[in-house]
């Protein structure tokens, strides 16, 4: 997708101010280094006593501690909810929760190691999830009651911005985060979007609520579901914290519930809406929340996959249906495979290119093949990187039987699917070699039938099945 060019001028624009603000601070102090890491290397995580650790992506091991857990004044209790200021280089932070009397929310400089309590909050409850926007002006946060709160950092004011989150299906995601679902994180990219995540122990889901933000108060926000809050744990913890790295691409933490660094774990959030494991936190406590000093304006999540199925019309005609939502996306491939592992292209369908939009495809298809047959559809976006829809499987029979083989090839079984009315399923299955030599018969049941052939050398082999009216079904497996 070409970007238009004022707009994309004016996101450069915001950066170099970024860049210039923080070039601007480090000439006023003098010649001093910049106290945090590369933002390209690291992300940062909060303790629930206040430290505040720089960890690297990479591994998820911890680097340094940024801020250690002496305050002067009241000690930390419960802290979370850790946000970084790209603009003034400071991170934002409840100090003392909500329910501590009494609480503090407060602003931590790493340049001058200075903390200071800001005013108290609108958050209605214990808060967990926080971020600050990506131009420096505010904070967002969702207490565990579901309501958003912003803080003016100009002013040092709260205001309550709505206490019903919603999304594009009407869901009311504010009463999950209230029931079971209270663990989470959220993040804002340079587009100024608001990535939100929930979380309960086995349980999680992802949000985007596009920007603008509002700052003053609104009925109701309404997000689009990325990920449905079905999705499991990947380690039966709560996915308590979301990071942008570099590249656009999201950092997740699971929450140790048992104080053990190694069920605290870093992920990366895959374009194909899976995670993939980084790290164990070698400090346990730091994976209950997480920030960076990344607000991405690249691709972020080209294609989020909402729905694939594939469905049989009349007899042999298969038709695919997918809904995406997408951005700088080149199109999707239509990949057809008799085995679930090689994959053929059957066509490709150029992307449309409608952003914040969910997209609907359809694809029709004539299958000549019988047995299990494999679909899936991969989704190429303009910079090359590639993700996958989930698989999906139709079963075809051919006219003299209602019996199906798969795999095939096959390593040590075959299956067969013998299916329809007792009048008309097959009683067994014999497998010759291709000289006619009997190497195995066996009976079968209605339904599915799991065959041993790992005792057969490889080769080719046609497998022989009889039903009780006498019809004979054949198909060539080949055993590697």
Not at 71 to 89: D, E
Not at 92 to 106: I, L, S
Request: charged share 15%; aromatic share 12%; with cysteine.
């Amino acid at each position: 997708m070409r970007l238009n060019s004022t707009l994309f001028g004016n996101r450069i624009n915001v950066f170099l101010l970024f860049t210039m603000l923080i070039v601007a601070q480090l000439s006023c102090l003098g010649q001093v280094t910049w106290p945090l890491g590369s933002p390209l290397t690291y992300v940062y995580g909060l303790t629930g006593d206040g430290q505040i650790m720089e960890i690297n992506a990479t591994t998820g091991t911890t680097y340094r501690t940024i801020k250690d857990a002496n305050y002067s004044g009241n000690a930390a209790s419960g802290a979370n909810a850790l946000g970084y200021n790209l603009v003034n280089g400071k991170f934002y932070y409840f100090k003392r929760n909500v329910e501590a009397t009494p609480q503090e929310f407060v602003s931590f400089s790493p340049l001058t190691n200075t903390v200071t309590v800001l005013a108290t909050s609108t958050c209605a409850a214990r808060t967990v999830v926080g971020c600050v926007s990506y131009n420096g002006l505010g904070y967002y946060a969702v207490d565990s009651k579901g309501n958003l709160n912003y803080y003016d950092i100009a002013t040092d004011t709260w205001t309550v911005i709505t206490t019903k989150l919603v999304d594009q299906y009407g869901t009311n995601i504010s009463s999950l985060v209230d029931g079971s679902m209270g663990n989470g994180d959220m993040t804002i990219d340079g587009y100024g979007n608001l990535w939100y995540i929930i979380s309960s122990n086995s349980k999680y889901g992802l949000y985007k609520f596009s920007g603008p933000l509002p700052t003053t108060a609104v009925s109701q926000l309404t997000g689009t579901q990325i990920i449905a809050p079905t999705a499991s744990t990947p380690s039966s913890n709560p996915i308590a914290g979301i990071a942008f790295n570099a590249n656009g691409q999201i950092f997740m933490s699971s929450m140790s519930t048992s104080g053990s660094g190694t069920s605290s774990k870093l992920y990366l959030l895959q374009n194909s809406n899976t995670l993939t494991f980084v790290g164990n936190f070698s400090t346990g406590a730091a994976g209950a929340d997480l920030t960076s000093q990344n607000f991405p304006i690249g691709s972020i999540l080209p294609v989020t996959w909402k729905d694939f199925t594939a469905n049989k019309k009349n007899t042999n005609e298969v038709a695919l249906n997918w809904s995406v939502t997408e951005f700088q996306n080149k199109g999707f491939y239509i990949q057809h495979s008799i085995d679930g592992k090689e994959w053929s292209n059957l066509s490709f369908i150029q992307s449309r290119n409608i952003p914040e939009t969910e997209q609907y495809y359809t694809f029709s298809y004539i299958e000549t093949g019988t047995g299990k047959q494999y679909y899936r559809i991969k989704q190429v976006d303009i910079d090359g990187k590639e993700s996958f829809s989930v698989v999906r499987v139709l079963n075809f029979s051919n006219d003299n039987s209602t019996l199906a083989i798969w795999p095939n090839p096959a390593r040590n079984i075959i299956n067969i699917d013998n299916e329809g009315p007792k009048t008309n399923i097959a009683a067994k299955t014999q497998i010759y070699s291709l000289s006619g030599t009997l190497n195995m018969e066996k009976k079968l049941q209605q339904g599915l039938n799991t065959i041993d052939i790992s005792t057969l050398p490889a080769g080719a082999y046609i497998v022989k099945s009889n039903n009780n009216r006498g019809d004979c079904f054949t198909q060539k497996i080949i055993k590697q």
